[in-house]
T-cell receptor, first 114, second 116 residues
Framework: EAGVAQSPRYKIIEKRQSVAFWCNPISGHATLYWYQQILGQGPKLLIQFQNNGVVDDSQLPKDRFSAERLKGVDSTLKIQPAKLEDSAVYLC????????????FGEGSRLTVL | AQKVTQAQTEISVVEKEDVTLDCVYETRDTTYYLFWYKQPPSGELVFLIRRNSFDEQNEISGRYSWNFQKSTSSFNFTITASQVVDSAVYFCALSEARRGSEKLVFGKGTKLTVNP
């Protein structure tokens, strides 16, 4: 079974530029999450999708971050304009949506903002 | 609000030593789930264990064991006879027990280095 796929693995941009990350979850997984992991910290939830609807985006900085999951499968996370403090690893995870189950994580996209 | 505290930032041991990683959590929910994940240098988070709040039985899986004590809100993880391959960052996490939600709240992680 293929795991959660993310791209790109690494991205370096200047502040105020924009960037987009892509995630393809495990086939059949209804729930998709984006987490932000700053160096030396645990992952922090940014947004949760159930199929193509947003369940929780309370911690997403909406002035610069946006995310979509148009067809209920792949998802894109965008940052525009980027700030220095956005340097982090962006992790995508998916689950079957049954509640209390295991999250399957991708390898992450490492963003460096200069 | 839910919170997970991993007080140990870094631990260094010599191979074959036993090591315990501490985890203390806070939640107002009566039903919840606790997890441990391993993050090797490659960056991917690897699931190790899930524990339901109603199940306080300790669990052993090979060299790994987990001690869940609801009375002290702790969910500690012990590696017996550590190996170099155990070197990684380990995260304890907490989620609410609600259908359709596996939202995890993570601790800051404990970096374990096992030296040969």
């Amino acid at each position: 079974e293929a795991g959660v796929a993310q791209s790109p693995r690494y991205k370096i941009i200047e502040k105020r530029q924009s960037v987009a990350f892509w995630c393809n979850p495990i086939s059949g997984h209804a729930t998709l999450y984006w987490y932000q992991q700053i160096l030396g910290q645990g992952p922090k939830l940014l947004i949760q999708f159930q199929n193509n609807g947003v369940v929780d985006d309370s911690q997403l900085p909406k002035d610069r971050f946006s995310a979509e999951r148009l067809k209920g499968v792949d998802s894109t996370l965008k940052i525009q304009p980027a700030k220095l403090e956005d340097s982090a690893v962006y992790l995508c995870a998916s689950s079957g949506g049954q509640g209390g189950g295991e999250l399957f994580f991708g390898e992450g996209s490492r963003l460096t903002v200069l | 609000a839910q919170k997970v505290t991993q007080a140990q930032t870094e631990i260094s041991v010599v191979e074959k030593e036993d090591v315990t990683l501490d985890c203390v959590y806070e939640t107002r929910d009566t039903t919840y789930y606790l997890f441990w994940y391993k993050q090797p240098p490659s960056g991917e988070l690897v699931f190790l264990i899930r524990r339901n709040s109603f199940d306080e039985q300790n669990e052993i899986s090979g060299r790994y064991s987990w001690n869940f004590q609801k009375s002290t809100s702790s969910f500690n993880f012990t590696i017996t006879a550590s190996q170099v391959v155990d070197s990684a960052v380990y995260f304890c996490a907490l989620s609410e027990a609600r259908r359709g939600s596996e939202k995890l709240v993570f601790g800051k992680g404990t970096k374990l280095t096992v030296n040969p």
